[in-house]
């Protein structure tokens, strides 16, 4: 499975970013996908992710102001990023797991090669 994110920019603090990642090689209306970010000098963290029944996790941060959302006639998740704050700044990575949800980046089999989002304050 290749995993292609996109989405990713520059934005003022406020602000929005819709996150994509396609999914190709396989479908991915088995697999739970989730989104985890890396912020320079920090570890990867989770950020969200939906299972192939619709359910979702969040980690506290995100809650009430990302939403993560699948299409699988297109192959795709997405993020929506509202109320943009500084400290969201981070590379942003999809990933892909066969099962349920999870919330360990070493849960998952496949990744995204990550898009870079940047806010300003």
């Known amino acids: 499975v290749q995993l292609q994110a996109s989405g990713g920019g520059l934005v003022q603090a406020g602000g929005s970013l819709r996150l994509s990642c396609a999914a190709s090689?396989?479908?991915?209306?088995?697999?739970?996908l989730g989104w985890f970010r890396q912020a320079p000098g920090k570890e990867r963290e989770f950020v969200a992710a939906?299972?192939?029944?619709?359910?979702?996790q969040y980690t506290d941060f995100a809650k009430g102001r990302f939403t993560i959302s699948r299409s699988n006639t297109k192959n795709s998740v997405y993020l929506q990023m509202n109320s943009l704050k500084s400290e969201d700044t981070a590379v942003y990575y999809c990933?892909?797991?066969?099962?349920?949800?999870?919330?360990?980046?070493?849960?998952?089999?496949?990744w995204g090669q990550g898009t870079q989002v940047t806010v300003s304050s």
């Open positions: 990933a892909i797991r066969l099962g349920v949800t999870a919330r360990e980046d070493y849960e998952y089999e496949y």
């Open positions: 090689g396989r479908t991915i209306s088995n697999y739970a």
């Open positions: 939906i299972g192939w029944s619709l359910g979702t």
